[in-house]
């Protein structure tokens, strides 16, 4: 499937962003036929990147979560609104604090749903026009003006 070359090479790339190498090379072993391992607890399935910075943070592990889905699936690019977190992702989050009783949303619930519309709204277009690893840069996604 074509979108699955670009699953692998987006998030190959995704992950050499990440400040988290461990799971670099089973990663990059996905170019020449490789598989990413399964699991019980500790293994990948487990593990999820870390980004420096709160807006890259937020926008690039949703981007993660979404790639993953749609590669362990094997699912074309339109589906992605088959992952449970893009199909619900308009539903509020608030936080309430147990001391004095105030609602507020956090800033990364804030910024993950700008991040999974606009990735729900982009992404196929990026696929079909065999672009996806082009919604990697900033000004594509958590600096852009179009969110």
Same mark, same amino acid.
């Given at each position: 499937?074509?979108?699955?070359?670009?699953? =692998?090479? =987006? %998030?190959i790339q995704l992950v050499e962003l990440n400040l988290d190498d =461990?799971? %670099?090379e089973e990663f990059r072993s996905l170019r020449t036929g490789g598989f990413l391992p399964g699991g019980g607890a500790g293994s990948l399935n487990d593990w999820g990147p870390i980004f420096s910075g709160r807006f890259q943070n937020a926008w690039y592990s949703n981007l993660y979560d979404i790639l993953r889905f749609l590669y362990d699936n094997d699912l074309p690019s339109n589906r992605i609104g088959d992952?449970? =977190?893009?199909a619900l992702r308009n539903n509020i989050r608030i936080l309430r604090c147990l001391g004095c009783s105030k609602s507020y949303q956090h800033p990364s619930?804030?910024?993950s749903h700008i991040a999974l519309d606009l990735y729900c709204r982009d992404l196929p277009d990026f696929a079909k026009k065999n672009r996806l690893t082009e919604i990697l840069p900033a000004q594509n996604s958590f600096e852009t003006n179009a969110a």
């Open positions: 499937m074509k979108d699955k070359i670009q699953y =692998t090479e =987006t %998030l =461990t799971w %670099l992952y449970k =977190t893009v619930r804030f910024e």
